[in-house]
């Protein structure tokens, strides 16, 4: 059980927008930033979103982040095939411990 | 260019001890944490700890605690994770990788990962 809970699944067409939702509590997204991860089948992941809502140099801007209060959303628009893959959220709570979601697996239909 | 480049793949028997290795380049190794993730089979992230190489400082997730040692070597810009007596439960692949992040502001992110390295404990 993961202390932050994402969705187990999304799907979506290619060009639509998904979004990937991260719940949390007041001690961790509430209290603290949030990025994001995508890990591509057997690669190690990598950082798509960090700060809520800045994207590293590299990223396109089709991936967006927003938070608000306790929870977190993952925007992706204009779908490609090659998004296929696990998304996790990840903050720190306040004992100054670094959390991840269960993560969500994004199917591009 | 930032690097991290882990060692390889391990083969083990319950008991066994065992240092993966995280080699960095690129950048000032004291001046940022490197952080353990592990990923056990099909499952999700878990962090297990991270260490300032700067002046060793290391936390470790309760979850972990006690059942592995992280620690780095200025020296040669390495970070290690070790286990002195493996479990097959530690069967997974580990992750390093470097923090970014101002401290006390919640602000920390995993900005560069090493490959992986799997661990394989069976009898």
């Known amino acids: 059980q993961s202390v932050l809970t994402q969705p187990p699944s999304v799907s979506a067409a290619p060009g639509q927008r998904v979004t990937i939702s991260c719940s949390g509590s007041?001690?961790?997204?509430?209290?603290?930033?949030v990025s994001w991860y995508q890990q591509l089948p057997r690669t190690a992941p990598k950082v798509l979103i960090y700060e809520n809502n800045k994207r590293p140099s590299g990223i396109p801007g089709r991936f967006s982040g927003s938070k608000s209060g306790t929870s977190a959303t993952l925007a992706i628009t204009g779908l490609q095939t090659g998004d296929e893959a696990d998304y996790y959220c990840a903050t720190w709570d306040s004992s100054l411990t670094a959390v991840f979601g269960g993560g969500t697996r994004l199917t591009v239909l | 260019e930032v690097q991290l480049v882990q060692s390889g793949a391990e083969v083990k028997k319950p008991g066994e001890s065992l240092r993966v290795s995280c080699k960095t380049s690129?950048?000032?190794?004291?001046?940022?944490?490197v952080a353990w993730v592990r990923q056990m089979p099909g499952r999700g992230l878990e962090w297990m700890g991270n260490?300032?190489?700067?002046?060793?400082?290391?936390r470790y997730s309760p979850s972990f605690r006690g059942q592995g040692t992280i620690s780095a070597d200025k020296s040669i810009t390495t970070a290690y994770l070790q286990w002195n007596s493996l479990k097959a439960s530690d069967t997974g692949i580990y992750y390093c990788?470097?923090?970014?992040?101002?401290?006390?502001?919640?602000?920390?992110?995993?900005?560069?990962w090493g490959q992986g390295t799997l661990v394989t404990v069976s009898s």
């Open positions: 690129g950048y000032t190794f004291i001046n940022y944490w």
């Open positions: 007041s001690s961790n997204i509430g209290s603290n930033y």
């Open positions: 260490v300032y190489p700067g002046d060793s400082d290391t």
């Open positions: 990788a470097r923090l970014r992040g101002s401290y006390g502001s919640g602000s920390y992110f995993f900005e560069f």
